[in-house]
């Protein structure tokens, strides 16, 4: 299950910024819907393309429209405490079964400010004004994976591969653990490799060089693989936290599609963003 928080920008309509809550899961078992998304009107799952037709409608949104046509004005605040609010009740429909809750840093943390690294305690969870609690108080077979990229600022490196002495490096795939990690390490880098289809590229070009006949500078842009942290926040078993962070990165290789960026569920999760803000047509309305 990933969770992904949208933003909205104030608009002529709604005269004001919002931000959403979007929760997917992912259930390969099921032969009829194995991908769902949560609504929160219902307070259930439904399948995925519900979901993003009711995005798509305006509805299951935090910031619908009341049947008195006033909007209520919600704070900053008003908006995080509704986050966490949900992010509660999705936690609490699924503390009977078995699940890998994937969620992004850099994304959610200013919804859901006990993700930030001041206050994340391993093996619990925390909310705001309450003290934090065992990951076991949200389900016994619950385990989270906490996610960080680039986030726009270089909160981790572009890719990875390790160098030989005297040799540039290149990309690399797989799972990666730092070299000094201590016995119980729990951060991860998880790295994908460029799809079969994609031009080879020669090693060694670049853009900059100090040389003189270094060889010819690239004429496009070149596909970059995307970097990921994985940190297993919560894993009670220690001998565990491998085998969760490579499920999580196992789940950026689909069949249907060339390496994501992110793990499916989260993937899928921040499509919906195209579905609760869509973009008028040619002529200026949504068709």
């Not at 936690?91 to 890998?100: A, E, G, I, W």
């Not at 389900?139 to 990229?149: F, I, K, S």
């Not at 070009?205 to 942290?229: F, H, I, M």
């Not at 499916?264 to 200026?284: F, N, R």
Request: charged fraction near 25%; hydrophobic fraction near 40%.
């Amino acid at each position: 299950m990933a969770l992904w928080v949208v933003r909205k920008q104030a608009t002529t309509t709604t005269k004001r910024a919002s931000r959403h809550l979007v929760a997917v899961r992912v259930q390969p078992a099921d032969p009829e819907h194995p991908v769902q998304g949560w609504d929160d009107r219902v307070q259930d799952w439904v399948p995925y393309a519900d979901l993003l037709v009711s995005l798509a409608a305006g509805g299951n949104s935090a910031d619908d429209v009341p049947a008195s046509g006033l909007r209520p004005l919600l704070t900053v605040e008003d908006e995080r405490a509704d986050i966490e609010r949900r992010v509660r009740a999705i936690l609490f429909q699924v503390r009977n079964q078995p699940t890998l809750l994937l969620a992004n840093a850099g994304n959610l943390r200013d919804s859901w400010r006990w993700l930030g690294n001041e206050t994340l305690v391993r093996d619990k969870l925390g909310f705001a004004g309450e003290p934090d609690q065992r990951l076991g108080a949200f389900g016994e077979h619950l385990r989270v994976v906490l996610l960080r990229d680039r986030n726009s600022r270089d909160e981790v490196p572009q890719w990875y591969a390790p160098g030989k002495d005297n040799d540039t490096p290149g990309f690399g795939v797989g799972l990666w653990v730092s070299q000094d990690g201590a016995p119980d390490n729990l951060v991860f880098a998880s790295t994908a490799d460029v799809p079969k289809n994609f031009p080879k590229v020669p090693r060694g070009l670049r853009k900059l060089s100090g040389r003189e006949g270094a060889g010819p500078a690239p004429t496009v842009a070149a596909w970059n693989p995307q970097y990921l942290e994985l940190t297993v926040l919560g894993c009670p078993e220690q001998d565990e936290a491998a085998t969760w962070a490579a499920i999580a990165h196992q789940l950026r290789f689909h069949d249907d599609y060339v390496p994501l960026a992110r793990p499916l569920p989260m993937h899928l999760a921040k499509l919906a963003e195209e579905y609760l803000s869509p973009q008028p047509t040619d002529g200026g309305s949504l068709g």
